[in-house]
């Protein structure tokens, strides 16, 4: 499944496509630049996501307070839990460079997308 195909499932489930960026966030990203948010995306999964054993697995992503944050939400990328849920990563491992990098690559598909609307 592609990345597109991953944002229109995404997109049926009534939860997921509830969260947008606001117009604050918009203008945040046009300030930084999408390759600042991507970077920004790669350091909060890195820190916050990958590591095989997470304290507070289904509570460390904000649901305010950056534009990564809300993606999270949006593509269920958020937790371990919703990523063996949506994507069938196993839970209780370091995340692979190439599971982080297809994670940060949904995220910023998503933030384009809603940059567009």
């Given amino acids: 499944m592609n990345i597109d ?3 229109k499932r995404l997109n049926k489930s009534k939860f997921r496509s509830s969260f947008h960026l606001k117009e604050k966030d918009k203008l945040y990203i046009q300030e930084k630049g999408l390759e ?3 970077r920004h995306a790669y350091d909060f999964i890195n ?3 990958a590591p095989s054993h997470i304290l507070n697995d289904g509570h460390q992503t904000p649901m305010k307070g950056h534009p990564v944050f809300i993606s999270e ?3 269920a990328t958020c937790c371990r839990k919703c990523l063996e849920k949506w994507y069938h990563i196993p839970q209780n491992r370091n ?3 190439e599971e982080i990098d297809f994670i940060v690559s949904l995220i910023m598909a998503w933030i384009k997308q809603e940059i567009k609307k």
């Fill in 5 to 7: 195909e991953h944002l």
């Fill in 36 to 38: 600042t948010i991507e």
């Fill in 47 to 49: 820190k916050r996501l």
């Fill in 73 to 75: 939400h949006a593509t």
């Fill in 95 to 97: 995340l692979s460079k």
